[in-house]
């Protein structure tokens, strides 16, 4: 079955292939096809999952899968949420919403004032006006380290330090960190959910 994932990130493009290869499906990426994102408008990572996955799935005649998915800190009451990609600016870098969190935690030292989680939702449509979306979500939690470490990953897994082993999400092995990253935990329960569809 081919479907279209609703991002232009490469990233996370080779993420949800590596993810969702027990089922075997066709995943393109929405700028292999020319269609340009929709506008996230909405308050919650489910409400602009699931604008993505309408807008492409329109636009391709696909089944569409989409995830929007950010880091929440608590200090900062949440942020930077839904803003994740674009933290300190539209065209910000990784290294730059790096940058802008670590500066804005840098009075904030104690791991407990650091606590933070990664969030994400997954939506799958059958159609662009599907009634019933399957929705799958996961946490993933850590703290905010002081500084960068480790090359694996994108956006800031550099930053979020995982207490029970010691590491980064950025030192992980990607097999590693699809087994228990947010990601990771909403894709095992897309992946139960879709089985009766594929």
């Not at 479907?3 to 080779?14: M, R």
């Not at 994102?37 to 989409?66: D, M, Q, W, Y």
Request: hydrophobic share 40%.
């Amino acid at each position: 079955m081919k479907v279209v994932l609703a991002t232009n990130n490469e990233g996370k493009l080779s993420e949800f292939r590596s993810l969702l290869e027990p089922l075997a499906l066709e995943l393109v990426g929405q700028a292999e096809l020319g269609i340009a994102s929709v506008p996230e408008i909405g308050i919650t990572f489910v409400e602009n999952a699931l604008a993505k996955a309408r807008h492409v799935s329109a636009l391709s005649n696909c089944p569409a899968l989409s995830d929007d998915s950010g880091l929440v800190v608590d200090v900062l009451r949440g942020e930077p949420g839904i803003h994740s990609a674009r933290f300190a600016g539209s065209d910000a870098s990784d290294v730059e919403n790096n940058d802008k969190l670590l500066a804005l935690l840098a009075n904030n030292k104690s791991s407990k004032s650091r606590s933070a989680h990664f969030y994400c939702a997954l939506v799958f449509l059958r159609h662009a006006k599907d009634p019933a979306p399957v929705i799958a979500t996961g946490q993933w939690y850590g703290t905010i380290a002081t500084e960068p470490k480790g090359t694996n990953g994108f956006g800031y897994d550099p930053l979020f330090f995982v207490s029970e082993l010691g590491l980064t999400s950025a030192e992980l092995k990607p097999e590693a960190k699809n087994r228990i990253s947010h990601r990771g935990q909403a894709v095992q329960e897309l992946c139960t959910r879709l089985a009766p569809f594929i």
